[in-house]
């Protein structure tokens, strides 16, 4: 799927993150769009709900975009996506990471006349880990345009110093509201936005300190993207910050991650979770 060179790495420093096309093929891409409907109708595949569920076929407004939180649990399309070994690698090498496991993935659909995402940093989402970091891998499953609500970018964001958690993620009447008073305390004045604008099948690999968000969807086309969050493989719970989902899968007297819940997809040394390919396979 992925295969770094010199470039994309040195770019990814430079701008906190970086374009690479042809991750998936055009039958991963429908086969992926055909899961949308039925996941956000629940429909899942495995029987299991995912950890998040934030808009749902019939109970929520047609203007809202749609997100589920891990849905390799619920579909194995879906995780054959997010769990692939390349992803894993790529984002481990890009943040000299020892290997990289899945922290939680999005699943995204925002359809003509959807709402905005705010502007945000991963990371102010993070302190229920150690390290507290994230590389994210969000793959596009349609052409994306400006105009389409494209995932954008903050270039050179990834050096400001991580914010707390925006105000209002979903929906908000100003997506830029936490953006530029984060630019003025870093120092920054006119903050370079970048839409990105690539065919499907195509990755934007970004560093968790990188602010972005989408705007308003206002073309004809849906915008669908399956998205990866990476953490380190040797990552931790924290001993004592909360995240109110996830530290549900917190071992008592333990911060050790369990690999049944946030597997290991890729690590130098060879590793790779054992179940995750029968998993992947159907038969487990």
Aim: charged share 25%.
């Amino acid at each position: 799927m992925i295969r770094l060179s010199q470039q994309h790495i040195d770019a990814f420093d430079r701008d906190g993150f970086v374009i690479i096309h042809d991750v998936l093929t055009p039958q991963q891409v429908e086969a992926a769009r055909a899961r949308f409907e039925p996941m956000f109708s629940g429909k899942f595949e495995t029987g299991l709900y995912p950890d998040e569920w934030n808009w749902r076929m019939g109970r929520d407004r047609e203007d809202l975009t749609r997100q589920i939180c891990n849905g390799w649990k619920s579909d194995r399309t879906i995780a054959s996506i997010v769990l692939d070994r390349d992803v894993g690698e790529a984002c481990a090498r890009l943040r000299r990471w020892p290997g990289a496991r899945i922290g939680q993935d999005n699943v995204i659909w925002k359809p003509p006349g959807t709402k905005p995402l705010g502007f945000h940093q991963d990371d102010s989402y993070n302190k229920w880990i150690v390290p507290g970091e994230m590389n994210t891998c969000w793959i596009t499953l349609d052409d994306t345009k400006a105009y389409q609500g494209t995932i954008e970018y903050v270039r050179g964001s990834h050096r400001w110093p991580v914010a707390p958690p925006i105000r209002q993620f979903h929906a908000p009447d100003d997506p830029l509201a936490d953006l530029y008073p984060a630019a003025e305390a870093a120092g920054v004045k006119d903050p370079e936005i970048v839409p990105i604008e690539i065919p499907a099948g195509s990755c934007v690999i970004h560093h968790g300190q990188t602010w972005h968000g989408s705007r308003d969807n206002r073309g004809t086309n849906p915008r669908r993207s399956v998205i990866a969050h990476c953490i380190s493989s040797a990552a931790t719970f924290h001993p004592s910050h909360i995240s109110y989902i996830y530290s549900r899968y917190r071992k008592r007297n333990s911060t050790e991650m369990d690999e049944s819940f946030f597997p290991i997809t890729w690590r130098e040394d060879g590793y790779r979770t054992p179940w995750l390919d029968s998993y992947l396979a159907g038969s487990i």
